[in-house]
């Protein structure tokens, strides 16, 4: 079936502007992430939604940074006022999480090809 | 930190050799994963191991893990020049849900 889907694939701004990034996580899948990895390093955690509970946004690196998933399915990353420092590619998987804590861990996460942001 | 540290950060090698790649941790977790990236873009699972578990084996993958020492490592037997990549681990922590947290990864290249 069909993977997880990020658009767009790339995006380009100027500073200041605010910028939506978009997933369409896999049919049936209850969990959520989105992580952000600049050049050559490794995937920073932002924000983890599960089902109906409250997201883990203990990542997000400041206020300008926020995140939904309307109706436990598409998910839309918001980035105000963005900086340079804001270039990076922004990944979004979803997992097949159940509710026991046998299923909701051992489940691996199917990650989307990423937008890349770059901001002018 | 809570993440993973990967050891050896680059790591080149010629083809048919094996590649040996090593994720420490600080913290208890439920489970280790490690996935494959390739072209910097999107991540595919390769292994999953449960903090019960000591070894795993999938195709030429094979994954230790010592909860004791808090450290995993993977192995790729027979490598490849389509093994060329970078590798990176990725910890389920002990009670913190579904939080799944990366390491810094390691770049492998398999020269024909």
């Known amino acids: 079936g069909a993977g997880v889907s990020q658009s767009p694939s790339n995006k380009v701004t100027e500073k200041g502007k605010d910028v939506e990034l978009r997933c369409d996580p896999i049919s049936g899948h209850t969990a959520l992430y989105w992580y952000r990895q600049s050049l050559g390093q490794g995937l920073e955690f932002l924000i983890y939604f599960q089902g109906n509970s409250a997201p883990d946004k203990s990542g997000l690196p400041s206020d300008r940074f926020s995140a939904e998933r309307t109706g436990g399915s598409v998910s839309t990353l918001t980035i105000q006022r963005t900086q340079q420092e804001d270039s990076a590619v922004y990944l979004c998987a979803s997992s097949l999480a159940g509710q026991g804590a046998s299923m909701s861990y051992n489940s691996p996460l199917h990650f989307g090809n990423g937008t890349r942001l770059t901001v002018t | 930190s809570q993440q993973g540290e990967e050891d050896p950060q680059a790591l080149s090698i010629q083809e048919g050799e094996n590649a040996t790649m090593n994720c420490s941790y600080k913290?208890?977790?439920?489970?280790l994963q490690w996935y494959r990236q390739n072209s910097g873009r999107g991540l595919v699972h390769l292994i999953l191991?449960?903090?019960?578990?000591r070894e795993k084996h999938s195709g030429r993958l094979r994954v230790t893990l010592d909860t004791s020492k808090k450290s995993s490592s993977l192995l790729i037997t027979a490598s490849r020049a389509a093994d060329t990549a970078s590798y990176f681990c990725a910890l389920r922590l002990y009670n913190q849900g579904g939080k799944l947290i990366f390491g810094q990864g390691t770049e492998l290249s398999v020269k024909p």
């Open positions: 191991i449960r903090s019960n578990e």
């Open positions: 913290t208890s977790i439920n489970n």
